[in-house]
T-cell receptor, first 114, second 112 residues
């Protein structure tokens, strides 16, 4: 069982470019959660997805950010026209069902905007 | 607004020492409190606490919850350099069956 796989591990983008972060949940998990972690801060919930559905995107900025979890393939978090303030670690977690708080986290993608 | 506060923010001790990490919370409709260990990679699950006064134990780590005073502690005895990490506390509310409210973490450094 490969666990939750995130790639890339590190991503450097210039201001104005697009960033695409990928997350493959654990085998058998159909629920995916994206979190952002700023330096010296706790994890902040962004979005919760099931296959082909966004369940809760209340933590995601309304502009420039989008997420999807297609029927086939990984979940994608997309950030368009990145700004310096988007620099953070983005973690994905998965669970087999909702209400499973003991999420399994991926190793994260560290985004640096220069 | 719901919040989770951890203290201290950072802690440096010597190998063999015992440490106590604190997590206090103000969360509407508390359901459970969770502890995670985050090294350089993914946070890994340690404990979930739901009931007051019942200690959860795993090796040298133990944790207890006080629902009256709204806090939890995580104890690590006979610390080792491998215990160096950020320890995260998160709280689940009855208002959501998937969202967690996270503290900022305690960065623990164990010196040999």
């Amino acid at each position: 069982n490969a666990g939750v796989m995130q790639n890339p591990r590190h991503l450097v983008r210039r201001r104005g470019q697009e960033a695409r972060l990928r997350c493959s949940p654990m085998k058998g998990h159909s629920h995916v959660y994206w979190y952002r972690q700023l330096p010296e801060e706790g994890l902040k919930f962004m979005v919760y997805l099931q296959k082909e559905n966004i369940i809760d995107e209340s933590g995601m900025p309304k502009e420039r950010f989008s997420a999807e979890f297609p029927k086939e393939g990984p979940s994608i978090l997309r950030i368009q026209q990145v700004v310096r303030g988007d620099s953070a670690a983005y973690f994905c977690a998965s669970s087999p069902q909702t209400g499973s708080y003991g999420y399994t986290f991926g190793s994260g993608t560290r985004l640096t905007v220069v | 607004e719901d919040k989770v506060v951890q203290s201290p923010l950072s802690l440096v001790v010597h190998e063999g020492d015992t440490v106590t990490l604190n997590c206090s919370y103000e969360v509407t409709n508390f359901r459970s409190l969770l502890w995670y260990k985050q090294e350089k990679k993914a946070p890994t699950f340690l404990f979930m606490l739901t009931s007051s006064g019942i200690e959860k134990k795993s090796g040298r780590l133990s944790s207890i919850l006080d629902k009256k005073e709204l806090f939890s502690i995580l104890n690590i005895t006979a610390t080792q350099t491998g215990d160096s990490a950020v320890y995260l506390c998160a709280v689940a509310s009855m208002d959501s069956n998937y969202q967690l409210i996270w503290g900022a973490g305690t960065k623990l450094i164990i010196k040999p």
